[in-house]
């Protein structure tokens, strides 16, 4: 591979927001059969007077050598690794704001990629090779990364963190003729963007939809929208009055410029505005001081806070008993792939999820595709069902949606639980025209 990457809510994020192929031990298998054969050697010359062997150990050599014999018949099914290695792009977030973010999702793109491939890394006989550039999270830098791939020959990017940034590759992949599929940037707008591009994460309806279920009563009421001012808050913003629209009173927006550092001022404008519920939708490592700065304003018990469950750094400024919206925590899904990722990524987070589905897209799009036909691999993932760490999962062929589980959790110190897994059907977002 080469690399070139509420009620009663006090605190966090809504930014949300291998199989390990355990084969025969072969070298243990040959020991044992070799021991049983030794032991023959041994009381062949006293046959006359011993019994011969236990008609069982025979089964069990007769079974261990059919076993091999599959083994082997299976290794010649599969064609050599030699061909020429596919490269795919990822374009995606390793250092900047929202860099830890991106190191999740490479985190799970290498653990899908092993798990899709069943540990070859390889398609047809040939290897996938992973060209990975940090993009910022700044969209002029991801375009760069993108033109510089694609003159190389990629015909698959995927990747990114950060929702600015994949509004941007989704058109240029289009103009270029090539796959995309972004990575866990959230806006909606990603969604029916054009015919070349996907997405393997979630999206801000979604969230939204998910955190609606933990409502009891905001009809007629005022809705604050706590983000920043980016591609992704703003995708917030729209998803709050798409889902609570109809039934509040009003939403407002509050957007936070990125740079912010010092969250006070901003804490106070939610106080002097007084909503019946703070949404709060925020992205990146600054988290931590501007949740400090509402805590300290009073803000969490004045107004009634929705949010979702962030990234695990950030856990230990909840408070016990809090309810929210998830996308994923590795607690979750109880699901074999989930338990593949666990085992190859321990500290699964967030994001690390988004990463694996899309080695997961990847494989499939190169398996029932072509990489050098877009449009077969475009129609290879068109309705696509599948198991993914989160559960089955579909991509909506019209628009290319993820419809996918979400999950509603509490949070007592460093512990999730999970509440309520809502089906993909349930906060499935409207479909694109």
């Known amino acids: 591979m080469r690399r070139s990457s509420l009620l009663s809510l006090l605190a966090a994020f809504l930014l949300l927001f ?75 977030s390793t250092s900047g704001l929202l860099g830890g973010f991106g190191e999740q999702y490479l985190a799970g793109l290498e653990a899908g990629m092993d798990y899709a491939t069943d540990g070859t890394r390889a398609v047809n006989g040939r290897p996938i090779e992973l060209e990975i550039v940090d993009d910022g999270g700044d969209a002029e830098q991801a375009i760069t990364a993108a033109t510089d791939l694609v003159g190389q020959g990629v015909t698959i990017l995927a990747g990114t963190v950060s929702s600015g940034v994949a509004t941007q590759i989704g058109p240029f992949a289009e103009e270029n003729d090539v796959l995309y599929i972004s990575g866990p940037a959230a806006s909606d707008a990603i969604t029916g963007l054009n015919s070349h591009t996907f997405r393997s994460g979630r999206q801000s309806f979604q969230d939204v939809a998910t955190a609606a279920s933990l409502l009891d009563d905001v009809d007629g009421g005022s809705v604050l929208v706590f983000a920043q001012d980016s591609e992704f808050g703003a995708g917030n913003v729209a998803a709050v009055e798409a889902v609570l629209g109809d039934t509040v009173g009003s939403v407002d927006s509050l957007l936070v410029p990125l740079n912010t550092s010092e969250f006070t001022p901003f804490a106070q404008q939610v106080i002097d505005a007084d909503p019946d519920l703070l949404f709060v939708a925020w992205a990146g490592d600054t988290a931590p001081a501007m949740w400090q700065a509402l805590e300290q304003q009073g803000v969490p018990e004045a107004v009634t806070v929705a949010t979702g469950l962030a990234d695990r750094a950030v856990w230990p400024v909840y408070a016990a008993g809090v309810e929210f919206l998830s996308h994923y925590f590795a607690e979750a899904p109880d699901t074999e792939a989930n338990a593949a990722l666990v085992e190859a990524v321990p500290e699964a987070d967030l994001f690390t999820p988004d990463g694996f589905v899309a080695a997961q897209m990847i494989v499939q799009a190169l398996t029932e595709g072509s990489p050098d036909d877009t449009a077969s691999m475009i129609a290879a993932l068109e309705g696509w069902e599948f198991d993914a760490p989160k559960g089955t999962q579909t991509i909506r062929a019209s628009d290319h949606a993820m419809l996918q589980p979400m999950f509603t959790a ?9 509440l309520d897994t809502l089906d993909p059907e349930a906060v499935a977002p409207p479909e694109s025209e």
């Open 18 to 92: 291998t199989v390990a192929c355990s084969g025969t031990d072969d070298a243990s298998t040959t020991d044992d059969t070799a021991t049983d054969d030794a032991a023959v050697d041994d009381t062949a010359d006293d046959a006359a007077d011993e019994p011969t062997d236990d008609p069982a150990d025979e089964a069990t050599d007769d079974t261990d050598e059919a076993t091999e014999d599959e083994d082997a018949d299976d290794a010649a099914d599969e064609p050599a690794a030699d061909g020429e290695p596919i490269v795919v792009g990822i374009v995606t």
């Open 410 to 418: 509490s949070l007592d110190g460093d512990t999730a639980t999970l």
